[in-house]
Structure formats: structure tokens, C-alpha cells
């Protein structure tokens, strides 16, 4: 009983998928195809034009976030200590440098 009840599910979706495809196939081009990139980035691009912080939403878009790394420090071996040594601390959000 429950094979036949697969059976039923996959040819369902098999039809339903087969649909879809010829749907967008015939009338248009699919809606994920790489030419249609173009006019959503100039879409959104617009809509960040009219708000006030427009130009900080742009540099965000053009530059990735930053990617936390390891990151090596000095740190004096004893208090008030002019010898130092050298650790690597793993970076987060609280100790990341704003440079």
C-alpha cells in the first residue's frame, strides 16, 4: 500500500514539475535565467537611492563583510614587563579593530 501511495507522490510531482518547465519554456524565458539578474540589480539599486543612507547601503553591497580571522598579539609576559610574547587569539565582533 504504501509503495503505491510513492508511486502516486513521485508521478504528482514528476507532472507538476514537467508543467512548470514547459510553462516557462513556451511563453518566456525561465524566471532564474542570468539575463534576468540585470534588471533586479538596477530595480533594487533605485529603491537604495531614496533612502538616507543610501551611500553606506552601496558600500556594503560592493564590499563583502568582513571575514573574522586569526590574529596575532603581543602581550608583555609579566605586569609592567617591557618583554612581550606573541599569542593568537581567534577574532570576534568585540575585538576587531574599526581601521
Known amino acids: 500500500m504504501s509503495n503505491t501511495n510513492n508511486n502516486m507522490q513521485t508521478q504528482t510531482s514528476n507532472t507538476l514539475h514537467n508543467a512548470i518547465m514547459e510553462a516557462g519554456s513556451k511563453d518566456r524565458p525561465p524566471m532564474l535565467a542570468p539575463g534576468n539578474y540585470v534588471q ?7 529603491y537604495i537611492d531614496t533612502k538616507p543612507n543610501h551611500e553606506f547601503i552601496h558600500f556594503c553591497l560592493e564590499n563583502p563583510p568582513y571575514k573574522l580571522d586569526w590574529k596575532d598579539i603581543q602581550v608583555p609576559v ?15 565582533y568585540k575585538n576587531v579593530s574599526q581601521d
Request: hydrophobic content about 20%.
Open 40 to 46: 533586479w540589480k538596477s530595480r533594487i539599486k533605485r
Open 78 to 92: 609579566s605586569e609592567g614587563s617591557p618583554i612581550t610574547t606573541t599569542e593568537r587569539i581567534r577574532e570576534t
